[in-house]
């Protein structure tokens, strides 16, 4: 992911500015909390990865855990765009379930 976003039209340089430094600071704290943990990762660790300031990651967020909120929600939207993207050309529901190699014939469990 590019921390620097691109503004919509008639988003102003500022607003684009300002969802760039959220999606940093989401970046950022995705990778420390699945290194580290939750527990393990303090908010100068993400402060100090982003290289923003204490009040900009407030600025966004009130806190750890909203923080963490919102990296889950991106992980999530992620695994959900992915998962559309795999499933978009499938005949059916099995089709994606079957190893390659069983594609075009019985599936053993169905034998």
């Known amino acids: 992911m590019s921390f620097m ?3 919509s039209p008639g988003m102003s340089k ?3 500015q300002g969802r760039a430094t959220r999606e940093q600071l ?20 993400v402060l100090a990865a982003a290289g923003v300031s204490r009040g900009a ?3 966004h967020f009130p806190g750890k855990d ?6 889950v929600e ?6 959900t765009t992915e ?5 978009g050309g499938a005949p059916d529901a099995m089709a994606i379930l079957r190893p390659a190699h069983w594609r075009g014939s019985a599936w053993p469990a169905t034998r």
């Open 83 to 87: 998962m559309a993207a795999a499933i």
């Open 26 to 45: 989401i970046e950022v704290a995705t990778r420390l909390f699945a290194e580290r943990g939750y527990e393990d990762t303090s908010i100068e660790a």
């Open 74 to 79: 991106s992980v999530e939207n992620r695994i």
């Open 66 to 71: 909203a923080l963490f909120e919102a990296v």
């Open 5 to 7: 976003t691109e503004p």
């Open 57 to 59: 990651l407030y600025h």
């Open 14 to 16: 500022r607003a684009a």
